[in-house]
């Protein structure tokens, strides 16, 4: 609708009346994206993980060393720690409990100075109060002071005054409380999405035990590592050829700032750095992974022309000659953190960087003079990269001279949609010619490209960059997407916000299905951070029953559908490919927006994440046989 026609829809005066003041906790309500980022199952999960930081900003004080969630048959969810109690007393010179203030003020907390709390994972105060406002009821138990306090609350509005309800010796907070079905679009909390947060917290905060029990399901994990996130740096480089046997460790303190750095080198092409600041994970980096990254350069340099790996006329290794094959996990905790955006996937403090650059090259200096043969398995891992570099550097200037790669000039095999406003632009990834030729006939041509993909993609898990670039089909999609790859890669340039990826029902089309989710896990990842990247969802049955016709998409469909039909007379299609439809059946199942189903590509863990691409696409055998030995009796829709 144009601008003008949306205005003259407003009413024409604009009075106090129409001003409207919220209660602090309806706001929340109103607009709970604000505080959760949305009411899907990632906001249902936040909100879990919120009562969960206060527990961990107990430990973090040195305070509690065990946590414990249950999560109960209602989906209801209890938090339990052994720290110090929240306060039951009331505020001096208000006429509030602190216990209150905590759950029913948005800026209520003791994390506003350091007296308390000398680090803490927000400042904003404002988590268990968004929590009690986004549930239907909850209640907080507090034990302390050979007291067991106890208050009731319903949609953030408490119930009574807070009550005694026993003795106790033992300290420690409990938070029950259930999800409001009026606020989240469901409140079936995902088991496995929880613990891998839980066992990241528990890598972080070392020493403190993290427990989770379902009861939904009688299943039950605990975390407790006391590596720390050098054991985090251990999971992440399971099963991979190590360059050095050991995690290079360093923890040090610098007004007030704990910076932890954990690094291990293995022989793999890509980078795993994952950064923190005070237990969030800062997805976008900040002032602590700049640090870590100019020390680990610098230190890296230093020592291989003083060692005489690098010649005086040798140029210096780069950024990314050092940081293939690294995994890293770089964590600080500091008193006044300063992120950058209400979702803290970017840390701001800008004197974060000299005190991790500093302890970084000062542990790292020392650790190579000590251990000389570790360092030159480290030093030539970095030279490898750079030769490496330096390869892909020529085939790509090659590419430029023959194909003109990254100009103006796109793949000819590309269908473009003649609408350029990439918010409004798709392109699908299309296996085969035969589909592509269909697809290309049935798409919507003013907003659908469509880009015909021939045979098996290259397995990036396991080619250098310079054989990346050399390969026909990877080139034409990078191309087409105008966004580069790696380092280069830049969303601000991209062609199309939806990237489908659309291949056939069978194990072909699976396999170069997660060809290419590879590819884009390790060269394109913002794409998926970013929520650039989809998997269409063909169908694999069209059911016809009379007049009537059914486009359904998995075996229980299929099976659910024919009970229902109750004995009617059924012709049943099974597709097996894409090229199988006709324009008009792949536009009307699979490309129709009104009509089709697209699943949002998420890497919602990096550990899990990276574990699944290794071992499904890496060198080693046995990993894989016991994944597929582990999930053949599930396997459905093989063709042989």
């Not at 690098?310 to 940081?323: A, I």
């Amino acid at each position: 609708m144009p601008h003008n026609d949306i205005n003259n829809q407003a009413k024409s005066e604009y009075t106090a009346k129409d001003i409207q003041i919220l209660d602090e906790l309806k706001a929340v309500r109103l607009r709970p994206g604000m505080y959760i980022g949305g009411t899907d199952k990632h906001g249902l999960h936040q909100i879990l993980y919120e009562i969960v930081y206060n527990r961990i900003d107990e430990a973090m004080a040195g305070c509690c060393s065990r946590i414990e969630i249950r999560i109960h048959e209602d989906n209801s969810v209890t938090v339990t720690d052994n720290g110090r109690g929240i306060p039951t007393e009331s505020i001096p010179g208000q006429d509030i409990t602190a216990l209150e203030a905590v759950m029913t003020r948005l800026h209520a907390g003791a994390k506003f100075s350091n007296h308390v709390y000398g680090v803490s994972s927000g400042l904003h105060g404002v988590g268990a109060s968004v929590v009690n406002a986004l549930s239907s009821w909850l209640k907080a138990e507090v034990r302390r002071q050979g007291k067991t306090y106890y208050q009731e609350y319903k949609q953030g509005v408490p119930e009574h005054k807070i009550e005694i309800i026993g003795d106790t010796q033992d300290t420690g907070t409990s938070i029950s409380y259930l999800a409001d079905r009026e606020i989240f679009e469901s409140i079936d909390y995902d088991f496995d999405m929880a613990c891998q947060r839980l066992r990241e917290l528990a890598y972080l905060n070392k020493g403190v035990e993290i427990a989770i029990r379902d009861e939904r399901a009688d299943q039950e994990k605990a975390f407790y590592f006391d590596g720390g996130i050098g054991s985090y740096v251990c999971r992440l480089n399971k099963n991979r050829g190590l360059v050095h046997p050991y995690p290079i460790y360093t923890s040090t303190m610098t007004d007030s700032t704990v910076v932890e750095v954990a690094l291990q080198y293995n022989d793999s092409f890509t980078e795993s750095t994952i950064s923190f600041a005070n237990c969030v994970n800062t997805r976008d980096g900040g002032s602590h992974l700049t640090g870590f990254r100019s020390a680990l350069t610098r230190v890296l340099n230093d020592y291989a022309r003083n060692a005489k790996f690098l010649k005086d006329t040798d140029p210096n290794l780069t950024g990314e000659d050092v940081r293939e094959g690294a995994v890293a996990i770089i964590s600080v905790k500091l008193p006044q953190p300063q992120f950058e955006g209400q979702t803290k996937a970017r840390l701001g403090n800008p004197e974060v960087k000299s005190h991790v650059e500093s302890a970084v090259a000062s542990s790292l200096s020392l650790y190579l003079e000590q251990h000389p043969n570790e360092a030159r398995a480290i030093i030539d891992k970095c030279l490898t990269a750079a030769r490496a570099r330096e390869a892909a550097r020529k085939a790509r200037d090659l590419v430029l001279k023959k194909t003109g790669f990254e100009t103006s000039t796109l793949p000819g095999k590309l269908a473009e949609c003649s609408e350029k406003e990439p918010a409004r632009c798709e392109i699908y990834l299309v296996e085969g010619d035969s589909a592509g030729g269909s697809a290309k006939q049935g798409r919507d041509r003013r907003f659908q490209a469509i880009l015909p993909l021939r045979g098996k993609i290259l397995n990036v898990e396991k080619a250098a960059k310079d054989k990346i670039l050399e390969h026909a089909e990877l080139r034409a999609i990078v191309t087409a997407l105008k966004a580069s790859a790696d380092e280069q890669f830049d969303t601000s340039k991209l062609r199309y916000h939806r990237i489908i990826v659309m291949t056939d029902a069978d194990v072909d089309g699976s396999h170069i299905r997660t060809l290419l989710l590879t590819f884009f896990y390790r060269h394109m990842t913002e794409l998926i951070n970013q929520g650039y990247l989809y998997i269409a969802q063909p169908p694999l049955y069209r059911l016809k029953s009379g007049k009537h016709e059914f486009w359904l998409y998995s075996d229980q469909e299929k099976e659910e559908k024919l009970k229902e039909l109750k004995g009617d007379k059924a012709e049943i299609q099974r597709y097996k490919g894409l090229g199988e439809m006709t324009p008009q059946q792949l536009w009307e199942t699979t490309m129709n927006p009104s009509t089709r189903t697209l699943l949002k590509v998420q890497a919602e863990d990096a550990i899990a994440a990276d574990a699944a691409f290794r071992m499904l696409m890496g060198d080693e055998v046995l990993p894989r046989k016991r994944f597929i030995q582990a999930h053949a009796q599930s396997v459905k829709n093989l063709d042989i």
